[in-house]
């Protein structure tokens, strides 16, 4: 299970309480609740008893969930999650059983027809326990915390099984996680129990030992509320673009140099694999800044690429890729189909095809929004979710051949060619039949065939066309039709990409589509986006992956087609998304608003996963934002949200791909190597500063200078953290740039003014470190404000807060190139009980000098020389 990994490794290194713990008795005794999908024998594949009357209508019939609905005439008696559910457990001093899954879950369909549409487990459930259905598509906030629940609940059991859908788990009626798994089967198998036995143990636990079930789901609550949140402190100082070649790095140790791909683990080699794209994004963000290891980079990509689209994981028939491989070789895949996955897969083809000029690449994107367009396209222009895996219980039937279906298609001489490519002229590695795949390339297949290759790629497109239309009339696989907004905006995004990139305006017309019917169909009367669509009926409050996607794709309109309507709407959308969802304490953002329902815990991650984090992807869009509208405020969040994950990033570096691109993004926007984080560390332009995007403006060139302690240990534990900016861009041989130096002092403490009051305290002092030939002139001190002391007459004079020192920096006649620069900060921080020694800071870099006559210095950083000298 690949969402939540980084959360899994938080615990397992984490220094908290839970970790250090013994397990709790009511742990131990559940702990041979513990199932998994892949322990589940084949032999149950197919298997469903004969159809029986539908029962009679449970809660569910009246919501819009295609999930929700396929349980809508099951025996048990489903809730959905609401006040209702919660309140009848309440009252009626029961349990919960939540069950979340997805219409296109396949051991989600198989639990409901072997366990859920089982008369007398239904009895059973509906008499001990409160019956809850979630569709973790339009309740990602559940699944997220419920999922970590789980992963927390197996680690204490000792457990080494990881989580999945359906997800299985038992809540106390306030909410808390008792215990649970992924698919119980209905009877007992060898080692592993049934799920009656679980419910009995339940019941019978939640009977019989109340106090210590409620003490331990309390303790497993406390330790999910912990890691749904991420440290505080980066140990690491500033997030740098070294932090991302690191990151890189990292993702390269999952490479599979056999068959490709960067979601490898060598000690399970046969482990399912996921094309995991963010990871693929970043690696080809990589290649583009050309860096030293670009050509190993691109070899390793392009090798992924190339056995991915290769393999039975890509259609070939009908274009899209399934949702994973269950073998290494990316031949069987799971074969439902995900939005996501094809929208993020398209955008990395078409980037790759521009990249290389490769055509396959090309073919590859194209064939994905063809799939998109023919499969998952509304009338009103917007996205479905998902197909379906499986058809009549058997997964993948829709997708697979037998050589006789193949040769009733295709002549003989036809078949001949089409089985040498597309694999069927070998073994079968899926007990349902052939899943087509280029068992070998093309041009060599057309040499042993003594083609060329050009004939016999044109009688494939032939011979896959007449395929295709004999797959169309097979039985449907079952569709997902809810349009969800932050899955559209992924899409919208990859049609606007892609249209641009292949010069295919009709790709931009269909992302122009899809985003003017989620603009006016998904917003409440106050403009506030909501979660999913069904038949043009909006529901669900959004949450931060719909603004942050919708956002992206409204981006990348406006850089397809210029029109600023979509600039306005994604500034606009940005804006209530730091109003809703913005943390004001620590930055980042939250995944569900401050007015959101409370549950037991309230997530900020900047995890990546198969769908890339919330947070990951503001930061690229306020980085954009940024430039595109000059306004600081933006650059601001996005500093702010880096610096809010750097500890989560530097722990799990592989698990935050887009983080670490869409921070190299921003890093590069600002000219920095590194971005502050924690006590101040940088003397930068830039970050405030507005950017101006007409081309006849010069953009502002920030003035990189790094904070270098005068002792090893001169920032630990600072009260007072400093960073500088420069004025001008450069400057001229003896002529003099604007320096403001920006000092946060952290609440609770102060330090003295300039000048200071009583004279005999030292002040807050700016000055040339060293023996440079730099002068410092026209220091202005703000004015500090009278703070009383218990026991001393005369009132300190002190600044609190943040305060902002300017002067003017000369530079000696006679100076060329680069010259370094050394400024000393000198402050003493004291609180109402006590001073600390005095510090001094020096902050270093350098600056251009211009030589006489040519260029001119041009003005930076103005948002700050505007400021006033008091806060």
Not at 199 to 205: C, G, S, V
Not at 293 to 313: C, H, P, R, V, Y
Not at 367 to 379: C, R, S, Y
Not at 688 to 716: C, F, G, H, R, Y
Request: hydrophobic share 35%; with cysteine; proline share 6%.
């Amino acid at each position: 299970m690949q969402r939540h990994k980084g959360h899994t490794q938080a615990l397992s290194n984490s220094n908290g309480q839970f970790a250090r713990m013994r397990l709790l008795p009511i742990i131990a005794l559940f702990g041979v609740i513990l199932s998994g999908m892949l322990s589940v024998p084949q032999s149950l594949f197919g298997q469903d008893a004969a159809k029986k009357p539908p029962h009679k209508a449970n809660r569910l019939v009246n919501e819009s969930s295609p999930y929700l609905l396929q349980h809508a005439y099951n025996p048990v008696d489903w809730y959905p999650w609401g006040t209702e559910a919660l309140d009848a457990a309440r009252k009626q001093d029961k349990p919960i059983f939540l069950s979340i899954g997805y219409s296109s879950c396949f051991w989600c369909h198989v639990m409901e027809r072997k366990v859920f549409e089982n008369e007398e487990i239904a009895k059973f459930m509906n008499e001990h326990f409160i019956c809850i259905k979630v569709d973790r598509e339009e309740r990602p906030d559940l699944d997220e915390i419920y999922m970590l629940s789980l992963q927390v609940y197996f680690q204490l059991s000792g457990s080494g099984q990881g989580g999945g859908w359906p997800l299985s788990i038992f809540l106390t009626p306030a909410g808390e996680p008792i215990a649970g798994g992924t698919y119980f089967p209905p009877e007992d198998l060898p080692g592993r129990p049934g799920f009656p036995s679980v419910l009995n143990q339940l019941n019978d636990a939640w009977n019989q030992q109340k106090p210590a079930v409620q003490r331990t789901a309390t303790a497993l609550s406390n330790e999910v509320k912990r890691l749904s949140q991420p440290p505080a402190f980066s140990e690491g100082g500033a997030v740098n673009l070294k932090d991302v070649q690191d990151s890189v790095e990292s993702v390269l140790t999952h490479y599979d140099p056999v068959d490709g791909g960067f979601d490898f683990n060598p000690k399970v080699p046969d482990k399912p694999k996921f094309p995991v794209p963010s990871r693929l994004m970043l690696l080809q963000s990589q290649i583009a800044r050309n860096t030293e290891n670009s050509t190993e980079l691109a070899q390793k990509l392009d090798k992924t690429l190339d056995e991915m689209s290769d393999g039975g994981i890509y259609d070939h028939l009908g274009g899209g890729f399934h949702r994973y491989s269950t073998d290494r070789e990316w031949l069987i895949p799971h074969f439902e189909k995900m939005l996501y996955d094809n929208a993020q897969l398209a955008e990395v083809y078409a980037e790759a095809y521009q990249r290389t000029r490769k055509k396959r690449y090309r073919e590859i994107a194209e064939g994905i929004m063809q799939f998109v367009l023919n499969e998952m396209t509304d009338k009103s222009g917007a996205f479905y979710s998902a197909l379906d895996a499986e058809t009549d219980g058997v997964e993948g039937q829709y997708y697979v051949w037998s050589k006789e279906e193949v040769q009733n298609v295709l002549n003989p001489n036809g078949y001949r060619y089409f089985a040498a490519v597309y694999g069927l002229d070998q073994e079968s590695k899926f007990e349902q039949g052939y899943v087509l795949h280029l068992s070998r390339p093309v041009s060599e297949t057309a040499q042993q065939l003594g083609l060329p290759a050009e004939e016999l790629e044109t009688r494939l497109s032939r011979m896959r066309a007449e395929l295709l239309k004999k797959r169309l009339t097979r039985k449907p696989l079952r569709r997902d039709d809810k349009i969800l907004t932050s899955w559209n905006g992924l899409m919208i995004r990859a049609f606007a990409r892609t249209g641009k990139i292949l010069q295919r305006q009709d790709y931009v017309e269909h992302a122009n589509k899809a985003a003017l019917y989620l603009l006016s169909t998904l917003r409440d009367r106050e403009g506030r986006l909501l979660r999913t669509a069904m038949n043009d009926k909006a529901s669900l409050p959004a949450y931060l992956d719909d603004y942050a996607f919708l956002v992206s794709g409204l981006l990348a309109l406006h850089d397809a087609t210029g029109e600023e309507k979509w600039l306005n709407t994604a500034r606009l959308l940005t804006d209530n998304q730091i109003n809703q969802f913005w943390d004001r304490d620590r930055g980042g953002f939250f995944f569900t608003s401050h007015d959101h329902e409370s549950l037991i815990a309230r997530t900020k991650s900047a995890y990546d996963s198969v769908i890339p984090s919330g947070n990951s992807v503001s930061i690229q869009n306020l980085t954009k934002l940024a430039s595109l509208t000059g306004d600081s405020i933006y650059a601001n969040h996005a500093q702010q949200t880096i610096d809010a994950f750097a500890s989560q990033f530097r722990q799990s570096l592989a698990s935050l791909p887009y983080f670490a691109m869409a921070t190299q993004a921003f890093l590069i926007s600002q000219g920095n190597q590194s971005v502050p984080n924690g006590a101040g560390n940088l003397f930068t332009g830039g970050v405030s500063a507005p950017m101006n995007p007409k081309p006849e403006t010069p953009k502002e060139s920030p003035i990189i200078v790094s904070l270098t302690p005068a002792e090893p240990d001169s920032l630990k534990d600072a009260k007072a953290s400093p960073r500088g900016f420069f004025g001008l861009n450069a400057v001229t041989a003896g002529g003099a740039v604007p320096v403001a130096i920006e000092i946060t002092i952290a609440e609770g403490w102060h330090i003295n003014a300039n000048p200071a009051q009583p004279d005999f305290v030292i002040p807050t002092e700016l000055k040339i470190a060293g023996d440079s030939k730099l002068k410092l002139s026209n220091i202005q001190y703000p004015k500090g404000h009278q703070f009383k002391l218990e026991g001393i007459d005369q009132a300190l004079s002190v600044y609190e807060g943040k305060v902002l020192v300017k002067a003017l920096l000369h530079i000696p006649e006679g100076s060329q190139g680069e010259i370094p620069v050394k400024i000393q900060l000198q402050s003493q921080a004291c609180d109402s009980k006590s001073c600390l020694a005095p510090k001094r800071v020096i902050l270093q870099g350098s600056i251009k000098v211009l030589p006489a006559g040519g260029d001119q210095p041009q003005p930076i950083n103005q948002a700050i020389f505007r400021e006033t000298t008091s806060k």
